[in-house]
């Protein structure tokens, strides 16, 4: 499963989407499937955004099985740095 988050926005910040989008990575996950985050075009997201889409996903399941089964592809600095904060907290 591909996420191409400019579908979504250039900027995106809304723990209503991030959610949204949590639950198809979840499920993906469950099923086997690898997902690829496609952040190209997006230019910023918020630290809300991240916590709810990125974040949460620990509370069901664990580290090395969310980066087993993912991979972040065109993430500028501003957004790799906004998720490896929200994931530490966790």
Known sequence: MI???LEFGKSL???QLGKK???DIINSIKKGEKVIFDFNGVSIISNSFADECFGKILEEMDLQT???N???KDTNDNIRI???SVLRKY
């Open 82 to 84: 906004i998720i490896k």
């Open 66 to 68: 969310l980066v087993n």
């Open 70 to 72: 993912t991979e972040f």
């Open 21 to 23: 989008i949590r639950t």
């Open 13 to 15: 910040g809304t723990r």
């Open 3 to 5: 996420i191409k988050f």
